[in-house]
């Protein structure tokens, strides 16, 4: 296990002395205390932590979803703070993918209108080649006219996993996207994500408590206390049970 790496030229994503509190005097919480890192084009990022760590506050802020107290989040060299409410809201449509655990689809749309749904808001005409590429690595072609009611977990989440990828985002978040999903499903969507990584280059931030997902990153950053405690480069699922364990006793 290393030390946290902190800056990295040419960053898709940069956090500096980033802090995140809640609540004021003797009973404020600091979520998130200072933390510096950078993650480069097509990296592949998971972080990990005990519960009350702070791994979704951070995710929350990486994404521009929420203010930090003080420091800098930056994507692709923009500064998030430097945008106003149009401005960020376009970025994180254009720039930014999400992939949550409890799936986020429209309830009334069809899957193909969910893929389709970011580029529609910012009318931007969609890579049809693109589209059917995604879709078929996905396996979800024959669902595309299911809404969500009428689709197993796993295929929703490869519907979102879409989503996230036709935009052609800069960075994907995905919070806890195996969280749902049983074992064979978990290792598809993972190896997808891994080849948006590094056939695509995009930059993948993933936050789990799974320490086989965790295998599919470049690297591991460990969080405890809201703080970076390390990072495991080239993880193997025995490594990470391991500072999981450190981190929890």
């Given at each position: 296990?290393?030390?946290?790496?902190?800056?990295r030229?040419?960053?898709?994503?940069?956090?500096?002395?980033?802090?995140?509190?809640?609540?004021?005097?003797?009973?404020?919480?600091t979520?998130?205390?200072?933390?510096?890192?950078?993650?480069?084009?097509?990296?592949f990022?998971?972080?990990?932590?005990?519960?009350?760590?702070?791994?979704?506050?951070?995710?929350?802020?990486?994404?521009?979803?929420?203010?930090?107290?003080?420091?800098?989040?930056?994507?692709?060299?923009?500064?998030?703070a430097?945008?106003?409410?149009?401005?960020?809201?376009?970025?994180?449509r254009?720039?930014?993918?999400?992939?949550?655990?409890?799936?986020n689809?429209?309830?009334?749309?069809?899957?193909?209108?969910?893929?389709?749904?970011?580029?529609?808001?910012?009318g931007?005409?969609?890579?049809?080649?693109?589209?059917?590429?995604?879709?078929?690595?996905?396996?979800?072609?024959?669902?595309?006219a299911?809404?969500p009611?009428?689709?197993?977990?796993?295929?929703?989440?490869?519907?979102a996993?879409?989503?996230?990828?036709?935009?052609k985002?800069?960075?994907?978040?995905?919070?806890?996207?195996?969280?749902?999903?049983?074992?064979?499903?978990?290792?598809?969507?993972?190896g997808r994500?891994r080849?948006?990584?590094?056939?695509?280059?995009?930059?993948?931030?993933?936050?789990?408590?799974d320490p086989?997902?965790?295998?599919?990153?470049?690297?591991v950053?460990?969080?405890?206390?809201?703080?970076?405690?390390?990072?495991?480069?080239?993880?193997?699922?025995?490594?990470?049970?391991?500072?999981?364990?450190?981190?929890?006793g």
């Amino acid at each position: 296990m290393n030390t946290p790496t902190t800056r990295r030229k040419g960053a898709a994503l940069e956090a500096v002395d980033l802090v995140k509190r809640f609540g004021e005097g003797e009973t404020a919480v600091t979520a998130v205390a200072g933390v510096n890192i950078g993650f480069s084009p097509g990296e592949f990022v998971a972080v990990m932590g005990p519960s009350g760590s702070g791994k979704s506050t951070l995710m929350n802020l990486l994404a521009g979803l929420d203010t930090p107290t003080s420091g800098r989040v930056m994507v692709e060299g923009k500064d998030l703070a430097g945008l106003d409410d149009r401005r960020l809201t376009r970025l994180r449509r254009e720039r930014i993918g999400f992939v949550f655990q409890a799936f986020n689809l429209m309830p009334t749309l069809t899957a193909e209108q969910n893929i389709l749904l970011p580029l529609k808001l910012s009318g931007r005409t969609p890579d049809r080649a693109f589209f059917d590429e995604i879709v078929g690595s996905l396996r979800i072609q024959d669902r595309l006219a299911h809404r969500p009611s009428e689709m197993s977990g796993g295929q929703q989440q490869r519907v979102a996993v879409a989503r996230a990828l036709l935009t052609k985002p800069a960075v994907v978040f995905a919070d806890e996207p195996t969280g749902a999903l049983d074992v064979s499903t978990s290792h598809e969507l993972l190896g997808r994500l891994r080849e948006a990584s590094t056939r695509l280059g995009q930059t993948i931030v993933m936050v789990t408590h799974d320490p086989v997902a965790a295998t599919y990153a470049d690297r591991v950053l460990l969080l405890s206390d809201g703080a970076l405690h390390g990072t495991i480069e080239r993880p193997t699922t025995n490594e990470v049970l391991a500072a999981m364990a450190r981190a929890e006793g």
